[in-house]
């Protein structure tokens, strides 16, 4: 193989970006023997314009052709890993090490002090963050289903009301229960991915956000540990009037989060791992987005 370039990723680079993602990710699931359809495209390549334009984003490039990506966010302090992947021919060989590094370093001029992401089953990846000094916090659960029951728990909304979600109280709700009040992100949700976003009061004092669109539900914080059940029956009341099916995306420490899809019928569909440099916010009260923004 001719020399590997290692550099910034440029706006043109994105598509070609976005097929080598598609196809480590293909590989990955047969390496595994997943029968899992491939994250759709154009959903992604939103995600990843989003993360060019504000983020941290290189390459490496051998003969014109991208052979490996990486790629994150720094939200005030926090750093989040939204992507590294390596052509397989190149896995273990180095070329990935080398721009996790690079991208960890311009974390750290930007700011950054806790790096963190979510894992896929892949063990070279896996070493790699253990190397780089991200340590095992604790599991991902995706659960997925018609969740049941959600009127038959007296009293679990009882006093707490929704309303549309603003752009100020998304990022103060944030800046609590995420550390970082990652105001670019909220943008990003309501106006370029069109999620539906509410804001739940108790008594007129705000707890908690929630956003859905389709299948999908999250990210969602709330600030009371109490409110959990109130907020996650009134989302999924919303969610699933819009889709047949929902699924939430639950740090491993949220115990009430996956009492809550238990008891309402959803079922544990994948797992992933959440590696951190330390510990983050208060993520027993919290639902990630998915593997991109977190």
Known sequence: MSEIIY????????????????????ELYRR?????PLP??????VAYRHIFETGIFRLAESDGRIVAICHAVVRDALWFLSGFWTRPELVAGGVGGRLLREVWREGEEAGAQKFF????????????YLKTGMLPGYQIFTFAGRPTALDDVPG?????TIEPLSLEAACGIDREVRETRREVDHRFWLSEEKLEGRQVRRGGRLVGYYYFKGATFGPAAWMDENAAEALLTLGCREAS??????????????????????AHGLRLTAMAHLFTSAP???MEQYLASGPSLF
């Open 280 to 282: 983050i916010g208060r």
């Open 117 to 128: 992401v979510w894992s896929s089953m892949d063990n070279t990846a896996i070493a790699s």
């Open 156 to 160: 679990a909304t009882t006093g707490y």
């Open 241 to 262: 009037a819009q889709s047949e099916t929902i699924s939430l995306r639950v740090p491993g420490i949220n115990h009430d989060a996956i009492r809550f899809a238990f």
């Open 7 to 26: 550099r910034a990723a440029r706006e043109e680079d994105v598509p070609a970006a976005l097929d080598m993602f598609l196809e480590a990710v293909r």
């Open 32 to 36: 595994h023997n997943l029968e899992m």
């Open 40 to 45: 759709p495209r154009p959903a992604v390549e």
